[in-house]
């Protein structure tokens, strides 16, 4: 069974740098596409960052273009996003996410991390 653990989150002052990391156990990332969310307080999960199973960023927020960067190692079962030129509007818990799937019997599975608090203030 696939767990998803994010780290790297904290507070930061505005203009910082953060670099959020996301490791899988139980399973092998390598054949999935993964994704970065993020939801702040009352507000609906946006998706951040997407990148393809080659390692190819597939989509970014247009809030986070240019400042955010997405990148993995499968080998390492490993994602993370560099999050650069960081502003208070970026406050929120950011989610790892990968949809897998049961070779035997067909069926699709959501699989989230529990989030790792990201807090950008002065």
């Known amino acids: 069974q696939l767990q998803l653990v994010e780290s790297g989150g904290g507070l930061v002052q505005p203009g910082g740098s953060l670099r959020l990391s996301c490791t899988a156990s139980?399973?092998?990332?390598?054949?999935?596409?993964m994704r970065w969310y993020r939801q702040a307080p009352e507000k609906e999960r946006e998706l951040v960052a997407d990148?393809?199973?080659?390692?190819?960023?597939?989509a970014y927020a247009a809030s986070v273009k240019g400042r955010f960067i997405v990148s993995r190692d499968n080998v390492r079962r490993t994602i993370w996003l560099q999050m650069n030129s960081l502003k208070p509007e970026d406050t929120a818990m950011y989610y790892c996410?990968?949809?897998?799937?049961?070779?035997?019997?067909?069926?699709?599975?959501?699989?989230w991390g529990q989030g790792t608090q990201v807090t950008v203030s002065s």
């Open positions: 996410y990968c949809r897998i799937l049961d070779y035997g019997t067909g069926i699709w599975s959501d699989v």
């Open positions: 139980g399973m092998g990332i390598a054949p999935y596409p």
């Open positions: 990148i393809d199973s080659n390692g190819v960023p597939s």
